[in-house]
């Protein structure tokens, strides 16, 4: 099947700085990619939706201003976390849709943790 | 708005065992219902879906039904091997296609002991 890969797999960071994370879809191209976050023990909560040439769509309830999200190719979207803080820390998940398969696929997650 | 309640877990079984994990959502209109599985270290993986009431999805063994009358998905599998061994997640969207923004369950683990 289409794999769908995250950078990094693990990051920490200190409260106040930013960190990057990475979704390449790598054997299919993607015009619409998913970003979820997942808090232990509960399910994924959708995030964003990030459109290849656009701006992505925010749920609401998720500052736009904090978690930046860039999809610039149609094998590449990332999601910036700025300033980051304690309450930021959680486990990160992206999807792409594959209009091929019809089919979302998803990312093996980041680890954030911000200290 | 949208969601989806899994019983609580988890669940341990023994090989050849008998599996039933249940989903209940709530939802307008009619969604697609799906199950996705993550094995230790890796992504979601969709391991069924079906689209329409009493729609039946199957993979791998596993069976979930579409009952638009108890607003229900449970998955099933008439025996259970080790390499069964995951989190599981049911999940609902209201539209398909790239649309298809999903609601999840919050998941539940599943453990098969030799």
């Known amino acids: 099947g289409a794999v769908v890969s995250q950078h990094p797999s693990r990051v920490i960071c200190k409260s106040g700085t930013s960190v990057k994370i990475e979704c390449r879809s790598l054997?299919?191209?993607?015009?619409?990619m998913f970003w979820y976050r997942q808090f232990p023990k509960q399910s994924l909560m959708l995030m964003a939706t990030?459109?290849?040439?656009?701006?992505?769509?925010?749920e609401q309830g998720v500052e736009k201003d904090k978690f930046l999200i860039n999809h610039a190719s149609l094998t590449l979207s990332t999601l910036t976390v700025t300033s980051a803080h304690p309450e930021d820390s959680s486990f990160y998940i992206c999807?792409?849709?594959?209009?091929?398969?019809?089919?979302?696929?998803f990312g093996p997650g980041t680890r954030l943790t911000v200290t | 708005g949208n969601s989806v309640t899994q019983m609580e877990g988890p669940v341990t079984l023994s090989e050849e065992a008998f599996l039933t994990i249940n989903c209940t959502y709530t939802?307008?209109?009619?969604?697609?219902l799906f199950w996705y599985v993550q094995y230790p270290g890796e992504g979601l993986q969709l391991l069924l879906k079906a689209t329409k009431a009493d729609d039946k999805g199957s993979n791998k063994g596993f069976e979930a039904t579409y009952r638009k009358e108890t607003t229900s998905f449970h998955l099933e599998k008439g025996s259970v091997q080790v390499s069964d061994s995951a989190v599981y997640f049911c999940?609902?969207?209201?539209?398909?296609?790239?649309?298809?923004?999903?609601?999840f369950g919050k998941g539940i683990t599943l453990s098969v002991r030799p």
């Open positions: 939802a307008t209109g009619y969604p697609s």
């Open positions: 054997d299919f191209q993607a015009t619409t």
């Open positions: 999807s792409a849709f594959s209009t091929g398969a019809y089919e979302q696929y």
């Open positions: 990030s459109n290849e040439g656009s701006k992505a769509t925010y």
């Open positions: 999940a609902l969207s209201p539209f398909t296609g790239a649309n298809s923004k999903l609601t």
